[in-house]
């Protein structure tokens, strides 16, 4: 389930907890989408280190992929890291990757916080 999503200048960050399911991610991305300065969001923090389970299939990962790529023209340039916090949700959100090639965005899987923050920020 989600436990936070924060908007900050240019990133949001997005932590869930428990189980997930597509709604979980469904509601997410809209937020995230809707938002009123989405355009300055370049970069994604998806964080799952506290997940047990992600009750997702290849089909709803697919509709997942589908629903961001009606988005895809509205900010090309974006980073979005994904940390998992077991092999199960790791190979999910590999999986995802897979399927984001399609889009112009750069997606990468973490199995630590550190990593995806020094790849979203590498100046820092």
Do not use: C
Request: hydrophobic letters at 45%; glycine letters at 4%; zero cysteines.
């Amino acid at each position: 389930m989600l436990e936070q999503i924060e908007f900050e200048p240019g990133l949001v960050k997005v932590t869930f907890t428990g189980d997930v399911v597509f709604n979980d991610l469904a509601v997410v991305s809209n937020k995230i989408l809707n938002h009123p300065n989405f355009q300055d969001l370049e970069r994604q923090l998806w964080r799952f280190e506290t997940v047990k389970k992600v009750d997702l299939d290849a089909e709803e990962i697919q509709r997942f992929i589908e629903a961001a790529l009606k988005a895809k023209n509205r900010h090309p340039e974006s980073k979005i890291a994904i940390v998992a916090g077991t092999k199960a949700v790791f190979g999910l959100a590999r999986m995802y990757s897979a399927y984001a090639d399609q889009m112009p965005w750069e997606t990468l899987v973490f199995s630590g916080i550190d990593e995806a923050l020094d790849w979203l920020n590498p100046s820092s």
